[in-house]
Each structure stands twice: as C-alpha cells, then as structure tokens.
C-alpha cells in the first residue's frame, strides 16, 4: 500500500506547528500504525532527517503512552483499541491520514505528537490512593468482598491513563480518567476510609492543572480503548455530592 | 576480587529474621538527612521508592516513560505467586521455595529464594490493602489459579492484567510519598552514568530527555531497578524502550554482571509476520491447557492446515513427552518447536511458526466454554494476525520473554560497587537460570516492598559517608563522559538506520545466541557482534540536536550499549559449556535431546567483571551450595 500522511510537526512547546505531508511506502496490512511509523522514522534518518517524535512503549495496549489522534480520533478508527494496537489492513491503498497529537490545554505539546500528560500524575497524587503504610496490612482474606464487587471494581480499575478521553472532549474534562479511578476505591473497603477526601481533592486538582468540565456529551466513552463507561461519571458525582454533604 | 555473598548463618528458615534483627538500624529522625536515587518505577523500583518514602528517607526516583505508572511491568498478565495456601492443597513457603530452586535448574541461590517464598505472604496481603482487585470467589475470599505447571494452585491474579494492577497499587503508593514531598519523581530521563566517589555509589548522570540537559544527583545510596535486557534481541515481548543502558553502564563502572546468558523463551508468542516488525505478541502459556501443538509429518508440506489428515501430523509434545505433553515447561516447548521448523517443517508464510490447535478442544467443550476461557486471547490474535482462531488453528512461535541474569547481588541486594543497589529483574538472584510464572512481579515487589526497606538501612547505619554534592569532581567527569558519547553519537552521520542495526544485533543473538546454542554459533557471534559495533560507530545516522527531545538519540544509545553487552552475553555462553534451564548448549544434552547439566564443573554464578569495550572481561565465580534442596535432572517424560 501506499499511503499519504498528513502529520503534525511543532519543534517543540513553545514553536508554532503545522501538518507536513509525507508518502508511506510499501506499507504491508500487517503492520501496526505505529510500525508504520517506524518505517517512515527509519527513511527520514537515512536521509539524515529528523525522525516524528511519537510515544510509545508497550506497543499491546496495556501501558498508555501511544496517543495519537488519527483523522481525528484519538487511537483511530477502532472502538476499544490503543493506536499501536490498530493494524494497516484497517486502510486502503491511496488513502490520506492525517495524525495529531492529542489537544488539550493540560496537555502542552512537547514535540511533534508527544504531549506532556503529568497533570495525570498530579490527580493521582492528590488523592487517588488508600493511604496505608507497607508493614501492617492484614491478611489478604481478612475481609472478604463480594465477587461482583471485585469484578466491577477491576472494571474501572482498567483505566491505563492515557488521556484519549481528554482528547475527544470538547470541554477537555478529565472527568472519565478520574473517575474510573474514584470507583474503584470506593467500591471497595479498603478505599472507604479516604472517600469523601478523596474525591474532593482529585476534582480540585483536575480543575487546578486546567481540565474542563463534563456536559455528558459522551465522546471519551467512545474513544476510550479500555471502554470504561460513563456511569463511573454519574458514580463520581453521587461521591462529590456525598462528600459535599458530609462537610456540611 | 572476592565474591561475598553474606548470607546469614543458621538455618534456612531462620536466616532472614535473624538478619533483620542484627542488621542496623537508622534512627527515624536521622532518616530523612539520608537521599536515596531509585531508579526505574515499574514494581521493583516504585514499591522501593513508596516504601523508602514511607520509612522518612528523603527518595529521588527516575524513570524513561512519560509516568512512573508506564514501567513494563505493567504489561505482565498471568499473575503472582504466593504461598498462601489458602486452597489447603499443601502448599508451603517450603514448597514455593523448592519449585523455585528446581525450576532454576539449580543454579540460584537458596537463601534469596527462600526469603523470597517468606515474604511472598506479605506481598499479597499489602496489594488488598492497597485495593488491588484481585479476582475473587463468589464467597469472597481470593481466587487462585495454577500457573507455569505448578502443581499446586498459588497464583493470585486480575484478569489478564495482573501485571498492571499490581504496578498502579504501587504507583499510587508512590503518587502518594510524592504528595507528602518525601519523594521526588524525575520522569522522562534517562540514566547515562553512575557516580563513585571513594568507591561507593554516590549519585548518578541523567539526561532530560524533554530538554536534553545533562542532570546531576547526588544521594548517600542508589537502587537500581531498571529491569531486563530482552531487547537485546530486537525482538521481543518487552516493551519497546527496555534497554540495558543504567544496568551497563554501572557494569562498566565495576558492578559485575551475573549469568548474562541465562534469558529465558516463552513457547507462545505471535509468530513474526515481516521486517517491520517492532515487538513480539505473548499470547499467555494458558492456551497450552487446551490446545494442541502440531506440525505436518512431511517436510515442506505447504498445504492449508484443514486440508492435512490427521494421520499425516505431528503432535509432537504429545509423541515425546507422553506424561505432560503439551504442558511440558517453557524452554522444552520452545526448543521442540524450533527442532520441528529446523527439520523444514514449520508453517505458515515464513516457515517459522507451528500450530496451536483448538478443533479438538472446541469439539469437546463447545465454542461457548473456550471462548469464556480464552476469548480475550482470541480476539487479540485475530486483531494482530487478521484469522479467526475458532477456525483455523493458531501459529506460533517462541520469543524472548525475560532475563534471569543482571548485576551480581549479595543477600542484602547489593551490588559489588558499596551503596549500589540492584532490585528485580535488574540482578540476577532469585530465578537460576530458568523463571517459574508468576514469579517475576513475586520477586519485584518482595525486593522493593520487604527487602531494601532493611537492607539499605543498614547500609546506610554502618557505613561512614561524608557529604557530597554534584560539584564534585567525579560528576563533572562522569557528565562530561555522558555528553561526550552523544557528541560522538551525533557527528557520525552516517546513512544506516539505528533499528536497521538493531535488528541485525538481533538476528545474530536469535541464530547464534538463542534456543539452541553451540560453540560454533557463539564463536561466530562473537567475531560478528564486534564488527557490527564498528559498523555502527562509522555509518549511524542520528540526526537531531542534542538539547531537545531526540528519539533517535535515545534509541541509538540503547543499541550502542547493545553492541557492548551482546558480547558479554555470548562470551558466558561459550564459557558455559553444560545445559541449564533456559540455557541450551547442543553439545550437553542427553541422548533423547533434554538439556544435559554439569554440576560438577558448572554449579556456579558467572560474574563478570568489566575490563574496557572489546577486552576479555575476567571471571569470578561464586560457587553454589545446596543444602535444601539436591540437584536431580529434571525429566518431564
Ligand atoms: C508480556 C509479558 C508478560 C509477563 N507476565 C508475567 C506474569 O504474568 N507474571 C510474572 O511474574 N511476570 C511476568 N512477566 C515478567 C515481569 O513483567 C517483569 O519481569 C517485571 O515486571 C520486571 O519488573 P521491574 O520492576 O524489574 O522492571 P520494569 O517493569 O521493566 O521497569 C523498569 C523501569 O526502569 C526504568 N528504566 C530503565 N532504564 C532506565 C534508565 N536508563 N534510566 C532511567 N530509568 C530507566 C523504566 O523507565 C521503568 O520504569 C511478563 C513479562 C512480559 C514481557
Ligand atoms: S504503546 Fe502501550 S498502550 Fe500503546
């Protein structure tokens, strides 16, 4: 296959960006797109050009870190698949495909369609934990938990942070990343303790590293390569308004 | 030099409480005048680091990935072991501790992996606590499963994603100590060089790999846990960024390098489809419970596998080994496989893969029960392969999956340099020269949650360390190293790829250095790895500028570290002249082809100590004694 790229280059945070177009050669359906990539990096360096900056790592969809947005959507065009997990067959000889960092005003562009995401890190550590020490846990089976809990806990629990919900919001919320993270907790007993706390402060966080807010447009679900639903959205707020109400 | 291992006296049960009663300790109020650089963050280095914090040190913690919570660990599925016996099926931490020992083919150390199965309890119990979601019954005590042949049911586990749950309980662990300022996170760099200041580690060179500055950090003890070294053979099942790069380079700064050419193959993988191939597919050793392995009878028989009569395939586990077929251990299904595409019998378009046949399976249980067992697995193989595994059966082939050898360690997981700490699949301790499943997030977080915790305490109560700062001159000398190397790196400018290098490395590590090694293989590896690295130094391209994000820069360094280590690597696998675990050498098998040991003249720890780029690096041997448990010749017949 041969394939017209259109792809965005910005030499850095604070540089103006612009898409350049390129030709993608003798593109086998087997590859990935982030192999395809590769191949298009590996001419550029042979011509001593500087290769597209990209994020990757795991390259099986479990890490988080590939985030690109392909003819505008974040990981491309199939539901619950990372970018590096979609495949080239997924195109046609001749097709144009135009690739963009993720675009949010939380997450600066660092080059090309590598983004900073930090402002994750930062919600995490403002409360997204059970504040225990190692040493002192008591035994696994100490307190027992209903199999549907654990199992709908693992469900949100699957979150792998990285960011294509902000990416397909309008309002660049946060809200489905965070949220996945608050149901798990407080699902389970060990994260009871810390609920209301908890929760307050990942949402002052979110608004403090400049996320938008949610208007139930559903678009993250959509994009969301782990389809994690937005009912933790609704079980967010029940857990705001809860902790709102346990102030008072 | 002389290789002390410390172990503890007195009996096997009692060495670690005994130790942690006598080792020193730091005053709590002094802790925090002490730093500690962690570096890495997958469950090794982010359960150091949330626990160091946690004790009052002051920690300063590293990692490549753009977060701590994308360290590779996070892409482990299977699950953890642990010796809870909570099935009452006899399990013990004695029993975990003997599997272990045997399953490394006897070339571990016995007081590590004890301790190991000791603290294997803790783990679990601290991962509910953290609000890991392990999976459950329906009465609401923790699931098992069995794992890796084991025969008893101690593996713990969440989904397929046993690996990331337990990362991120570490993760948010770590997020926390970072909120309480006892830690500090440094993401996106890179460790470039370790720095020795009257013989102990004294800090480390990194590069910011947003800004490419060159950093300095000085600390009264480092830990590293930057994990494996898989990628030396380009392809993998590691994630993409793994490299070799901190563990080498303190190598070169005079920590000995153990067992290098104990890695370990995993029978099930995604066979390669083509050249751009950038990393390999686990497809989990689960499916083995219900599928068949076979090839056809015929060489070169290049027909449909539905097209083949039965009478003309060859089950070949099953012929073999007529006991456990096809869940004979990870390096016996491997090398059977590779025999069977030796002898032109492989399938598919390369030849290089075999079948994984579910027919029977189907027939027997109905689509409905294997897809409930192992309807994820399918739907990945038919994304990645684009067939429908229901229908037609799977292909395989085996990969490099994990490496039991890195930086010797004493009990106290310290390195041969003073202070240098080396923490999960980093050092080589615990797996001899064959990993159980389950095993490495086990020994991951046992070393970061239960281990350093006290050893490094009593590293830093008892010995003298004046204070430095970065305007020493042994940072300024190691940075100037660091930034000389990517001087010369840029200003080769030459026209061949980095990963075009690469994956000639790693063609000559799979052929001559992988399966089925010989002392031909390894001699020829051994004059073509260092023409290669010539090669490299005169016609890499590596364009860019060195004071902004530069992937290529970072990639090519990695492979250049390669192009050292693969040396390292072949020359104690020549040296090596028996077979062990995942270590296959042709000329020591028996005569119906099982891997051969020589406990007479092999029953040691190769570590190797770094003598300049391209020299005969020298040889110490720590002698292996086994009083536990005795060495036999495993046999799965
Ligand atoms: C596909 C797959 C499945 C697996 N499944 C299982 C399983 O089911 N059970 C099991 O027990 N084991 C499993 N394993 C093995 C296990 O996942 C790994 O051995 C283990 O996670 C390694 O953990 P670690 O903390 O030692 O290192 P890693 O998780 O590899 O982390 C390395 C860290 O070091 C950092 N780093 C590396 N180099 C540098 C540098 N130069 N400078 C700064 N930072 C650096 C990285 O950023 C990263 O944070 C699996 C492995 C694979 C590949
Ligand atoms: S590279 Fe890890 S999820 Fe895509």
């Given at each position: 296959m041969r394939l017209n790229l259109k792809i965005w280059r910005q030499a850095g945070p604070n540089a103006a960006g612009r898409l350049v177009d390129y030709v993608a050669e003798n593109?086998?359906?087997?590859?990935?797109f982030l192999e395809m990539l590769d191949v298009v990096n590996e001419s550029l360096l042979r011509k001593g050009e500087e290769s597209i900056a990209f994020d990757s790592d795991c390259?099986?969809?479990?890490?988080?870190m590939c985030s690109l947005v392909v003819n505008g959507v974040p990981h491309g065009?199939?539901?619950?698949?990372?970018v590096c997990q979609?495949?080239?067959?997924r195109f046609k000889d001749g097709d144009t495909i135009t690739i963009e960092p993720w675009r949010a005003r939380a997450f600066p562009?660092?080059?090309?369609l590598v983004v900073d995401r930090s402002a994750f890190d930062r919600i995490i550590a403002?409360?997204?934990?059970?504040?225990i020490n190692c040493g002192?846990?008591?035994?696994?089976?100490?307190i027992p938990i209903p199999k549907d809990v654990a199992e709908a806990a693992m469900d949100s629990a699957?979150?792998?942070?990285?960011g294509a919900c902000v990416a397909a919001c309008k309002n660049a919320s946060a809200h489905l990343f965070m949220s996945a993270k608050i149901s798990q907790l407080a699902l389970l007993p060990q994260g009871d303790a810390e609920r209301e706390r908890r929760v307050v402060a990942m949402i002052e966080q979110a608004d403090a590293e400049g996320f938008g807010s949610c208007s139930n447009e559903a678009e993250c679900e959509a994009v969301c390569p782990k389809e994690i639903p937005i009912s933790n959205i609704a079980k967010m707020t029940r857990e705001y308004v809860r902790a709102v109400l346990a102030a008072k | 030099m002389t290789l002390d291992s410390?172990?503890?006296?007195?009996?096997i049960a009692e060495k670690w409480d005994r130790h942690k009663f006598e080792m020193k300790l730091v005053n709590p109020a002094n802790k925090r005048k002490f730093t500690i650089i962690v570096v890495g963050t997958g469950l090794a280095g982010a359960s150091a680091a949330a626990s160091l914090g946690e004790l009052g040190y002051n920690v300063l913690s590293f990692c490549i990935?753009?977060?701590?919570?994308?360290?590779?660990?996070?892409?482990?599925q299977g699950g953890i072991n642990a010796a809870k016996n909570y099935q009452n099926d006899g399990d013990s931490i004695y029993r975990l501790f003997y599997d272990t020992v045997k399953g490394g083919d006897y070339r571990s150390r016995e007081a590590n992996v004890y301790r190991l199965a000791q603290v294997s309890v803790d783990i679990i119990d601290q991962c509910v606590a953290q609000g890991v979601p392990f999976a459950r019954e329906y009465g609401g005590l923790l699931d098992n499963r069995s794992f890796g042949?084991?025969?008893?049911?101690r593996t713990f586990y969440a989904r397929g994603q046993t690996g990331q749950q337990l990362l991120l309980g570490a993760y948010q662990s770590l997020m926390r100590q970072v909120h309480e300022k006892s830690v500090r996170m440094f993401a996106r760099r890179e460790m470039l060089d370790l720095v020795l200041i009257d013989g102990n580690a004294r800090g480390i060179v990194v590069r910011n790999?947003?800004?490419g500055e060159i950093e300095k950090y000085a600390a009264d003890a480092v830990c590293l846990?930057?994990?494996?070294?898989?990628?030396v053979y380009y392809l993998?099942?590691?994630?993409?960024?793994?490299?070799v790069t901190a563990a080498w380079r303190a190598h070169k700064r005079g920590a000995l390098f153990a067992n290098p050419c104990f890695t370990q193959i995993h029978p099930t993988c995604i066979p390669v489809s083509g050249d751009h191939q950038s990393k390999l597919t686990l497809m989990s050793e689960s499916l083995r419970n219900d599928g068949r392995v076979w090839v056809p009878k015929?060489?070169?028989?290049?027909?449909?596998p539905e097209q083949i009569p039965e009478e003309e395939r060859d089950y070949y586990l099953e012929r073999k080994?007529?006991?456990?077929?096809?869940?004979?251990?990870r390096d016996v299904a491997s090398r059977n496989a590779k025999q069977a595409c030796d002898d032109g019998r492989g399938v598919g378009e390369s030849g290089l893969a075999v079948y994984l046949d579910f027919k029977d399976a189907i027939k027997r249980l109905g689509p409905e029960v294997i897809k409930e067992k192992y309807g994820n697995l399918f739907h990945m193989y038919q994304k990645i392969t684009d067939e429908n595994p229901y229908e037609v059966p799977m292909r395989i082939y085996p990969a490099i999956h994990y490496t039991m050898g890195g930086l010797w360690v004493d009990y106290n997981l310290?390195?041969?340099?003073?202070?240098l700490h080396v923490l999960g699949e980093?050092?080589?301790?615990?797996?001899?020269?064959n990993r159980l499943g389950a095993s490495a997030l086990m020994q991951g977080l046992a070393d970061g949650y239960f281990v350093i915790p006290y050893t490094i305490g009593h590293y830093l109560a008892s010995t003298p360390l004046p204070k430095v700062t970065t305007d020493h001159d042994a940072f300024k000398q190691a940075a100037d190293n660091v930034q000389q190397r990517i001087n010369t790196l840029l200003s080769v400018?030459?026209?061949?790829g980095i990963r075009e290098i690469h994956r000639e490395l790693g063609r000559i590590m799979w052929d001559d250095v992988g399966m089925a090694r010989t002392q031909e293989s390894l001699t020829r590896a051994l004059t073509e790895i260092p023409k290669l690295r010539e090669e490299f130094w005169h016609s890499v391209s590596v364009p860019g500028?060195?004071?902004?994000?530069?992937q290529s820069l970072e990639y090519a360094g990695r492979v250049a570290d390669y192009l050292e280590f693969a040396e390292l690597l072949a020359l104690d696998a020549l040296e090596r002249r028996e077979s062990c675990g995942g270590h296959f050498r042709e000329?020591?098998?028996?005569?119906?082809?099982e891997a051969l040991r020589d406990d007479e003249h092999y029953s040691y720890v190769a570590a190797w100590e770094f003598q300049g780029v391209g020299k005969r690096p020298e040889l110490h041997k720590e002698e292996l004694v086994f009083d536990e448990v005795h060495p036999t010749q495993r046999s799965y017949k």
């Open positions: 593109v086998s359906p087997d590859m990935s390259r099986e969809g479990i890490c988080g065009p199939d539901r619950g698949t990372t979609l495949h080239m067959r562009v660092v080059k090309d403002a409360g997204g934990y059970v504040s002192g846990a008591p035994d696994g089976n100490a699957q979150c792998i942070a990285c | 410390k172990i503890p006296a007195g009996p990935q753009d977060s701590p919570r994308r360290a590779h660990s996070i892409a482990a042949g084991a025969q008893v049911s790999l947003v800004t846990a930057t994990g494996g070294y898989g990628t993998s099942t590691n994630a993409v960024n793994s490299n015929q060489k070169g028989d290049r027909r449909s080994y007529p006991s456990f077929g096809n869940l004979v251990p310290m390195s041969t340099i003073p202070g980093a050092n080589f301790s615990d797996h001899g020269a400018k030459g026209n061949r500028s060195p004071d902004n994000l530069n000329e020591s098998q028996t005569p119906d082809g």
